[in-house]
T-cell receptor, first 113, second 114 residues
Framework: GAVVSQHPSWVICKSGTSVKIECRSL??????MFWYRQFPKQSLMLMAT?????????EQGVEKDKFLINHASLTLSTLTVTSAHPEDSSFYIC?????????FGPGTRLTVL | DAKTTQPNSMESNEEEPVHLPCNHS???????IHWYRQLPSQGPEYVIH???SNVNNRMASLAIAEDRKSSTLILHRATLRDAAVYYC???????????????FGKGTKLSVKP
């Protein structure tokens, strides 16, 4: 199947700093990518949908100024968590759509101290 | 979004078949049925999807009821590596972009005993 990578796989940062997570579709081009967040023992929650070359669409309750999404090319989307706080600690997972199937990255574990 | 209902958990013995049920009584005519699974601390993995007919691939089989209000994911011989949370999700194929994305429920946690 199609491969989606994420970098970094884990990151620990101090409160107030910003963290950037990259998501790449390795063997296909994706006009649409998705960002999810997953807290412990909970299911994935969709944060936003990004389309290449246009602004991301955020789900209700997700602050667009805090979670900056850039989808600059057909194979790369980035999520920047700005001024991170401990409550932002979570497992962030990206996904890319190929035809009618979504493929997911391995996730990024963010811990904010 | 049309919702799905799955049992919270199921147990299976290694090398035995596993039938994971999913109810989706409000499914629309344009909803695909998707199955994903998630191992601990990993992103979800695509398993299979279908619209009306039963589907088979190297990972599993998907049996879809004639009225499409329920489906069953079949793992023919469970292994310890199949222990995961399995998600049954409906996606409307008419929509692209921000619509038609995958919305995850709680899924079924499958345990496999050696």
């Amino acid at each position: 199947g199609a491969v989606v990578s994420q970098h970094p796989s884990w990151v620990i940062c101090k409160s107030g700093t910003s963290v950037k997570i990259e998501c790449r579709s390795l063997d296909f081009q994706a006009t649409t990518m998705f960002w999810y967040r997953q807290f412990p023992k909970q299911s994935l929650m969709l944060m936003a949908t990004s389309n290449e070359g246009s602004k991301a669409t955020y789900e209700q309750g997700v602050e667009k100024d805090k979670f900056l999404i850039n989808h600059a090319s057909l194979t790369l989307s980035t999520l920047t968590v700005t001024s991170a706080h401990p409550e932002d600690s979570s497992f962030y997972i990206c996904s890319a759509r190929l035809v009618d199937t979504q493929y997911f990255g391995p996730g990024t574990r963010l811990t904010v101290l | 979004d049309a919702k799905t209902t799955q049992p919270n958990s199921m147990e299976s013995n290694e090398e035995e078949p596993v039938h994971l049920p999913c109810n989706h009584s409000t499914i629309s005519g344009t909803d695909y049925i998707h199955w994903y699974r998630q191992l601990p601390s990993q992103g979800p993995e695509y398993v299979i999807h279908g619209l009306t007919s039963n589907v088979n691939n190297r990972m599993a089989s998907l049996a879809i009821a004639e009225d499409r209000k329920s489906s069953t994911l079949i793992l023919h011989r469970a292994t310890l590596r199949d222990a995961a949370v399995y998600y049954c999700i409906l996606r409307d194929y008419l929509y692209g972009g921000s619509q038609g994305n995958l919305i995850f429920g709680k899924g079924t946690k499958l345990s496999v005993k050696p």
